[in-house]
T-cell receptor
C-alpha cells in the first residue's frame, strides 16, 4: 500500500511529557500537511511543508508544537509539555504540486490518536 | 478569512431514500477549491470530490452528485438511493490557491453525521 502512513496509531501519555508523531507521505508527494481533529469537530489545519520548507503555520500551533521535515520526505510533529487539551486525533495529509487541479487533492493518513492523562 | 458551514449536525434516513448534505462557504478569494471528504467509523478521511471556483458544472458519480452554486456560495452533496455503507461523517472543505501552484491548508466544516438505517 502506498498511501500516507502515520505512527504510532495511538499514544497515551501523562500531562507534561513530550510526544513525537511521524508521518510518511505518498512517495512522490512534495507537500505534507498536519491537522488536528477533536471529537465532533472537523479537522483543523496546523502547518504544511513543501519539500523541507515549512511554508505556513496556523495560530493553533503554539510554541509547544514543532514540526520538521528534514529531508523532504517523512515529517515529525512534536508536542512538548503536553496538556489535557492536546488530546485529539493528529492527521497527516500529502499532495503533489503538479500545477494542475490535482495539486489541490490532499490524501490523508489514518491519524495518531493522542490521549493526555 | 475562510469559513465553511455545515448546518446539519446529524441526518438519519431509511435505506434507499435520497439525502442532501448542505455546505455553505465564505472566502474573499476569487480562485478557490471546494472538497467533500467522507470519514467512516474507521476514522480515515476519504477524498470524494474536488471542484474549482471557475467550474460551476454539476457532477454526478454513480449515486453521488454535487451541486455548486457560486451565487449562493453553496456546494451541496446528494446521495441517491442511500445504502447502509454510506453511513459516515461527511466534511465539506475549502482551500484557497497558494503561490507555488498547490493547496494551502484546508478549512473544514464541522461535518454532518449521516446515519442510514436498514
Amino acid at each position: 500500500d502506498t498511501g500516507v502512513s502515520q505512527n504510532p496509531r495511538h499514544k497515551i501519555t501523562k500531562r507534561g511529557q513530550n510526544v513525537t508523531f511521524r508521518c510518511d507521505p505518498i512517495s512522490e508527494h512534495n507537500r505534507l500537511y498536519w491537522y488536528r481533529q477533536t471529537l465532533g469537530q472537523g479537522p483543523e489545519f496546523l502547518t504544511y511543508f513543501q519539500n523541507e520548507a515549512q511554508l505556513e503555520k496556523s495560530r493553533l500551533l503554539s510554541d509547544r508544537f514543532s514540526a520538521e521535515r528534514p529531508k523532504g520526505s517523512f515529517s515529525t510533529l512534536e508536542i512538548q509539555r503536553t496538556e489535557q487539551g492536546d488530546s485529539a486525533m493528529y492527521l497527516c495529509a500529502s499532495s503533489v504540486t503538479s500545477g494542475g487541479p490535482a495539486s489541490y487533492e490532499q490524501f490523508f493518513g489514518p491519524g495518531t490518536r493522542l490521549t493526555v492523562l | 478569512a475562510q469559513k465553511v458551514t455545515q448546518a446539519q449536525t446529524e441526518i438519519s434516513v431509511v435505506e434507499k431514500e435520497d439525502v442532501t448534505l448542505d455546505c455553505v462557504y465564505e472566502t474573499r478569494d476569487t480562485t478557490y477549491y471546494l472538497f467533500w471528504y467522507k470519514q467512516p467509523p474507521s476514522g480515515e478521511l476519504v477524498f470524494l470530490i474536488r471542484r474549482n471556483s471557475f467550474d460551476e458544472q454539476n457532477e454526478i458519480s454513480g449515486r453521488y452528485s454535487w451541486n455548486f452554486q457560486k451565487s449562493t456560495s453553496s456546494f451541496n452533496f446528494t446521495i441517491t438511493a442511500s445504502q447502509v455503507v454510506d453511513s459516515a461523517v461527511y466534511f465539506c472543505a475549502l482551500s484557497e490557491a497558494s503561490t507555488g501552484g498547490g493547496a494551502d491548508g484546508l478549512t473544514f466544516g464541522k461535518g454532518t453525521h449521516l446515519i442510514i438505517q436498514p
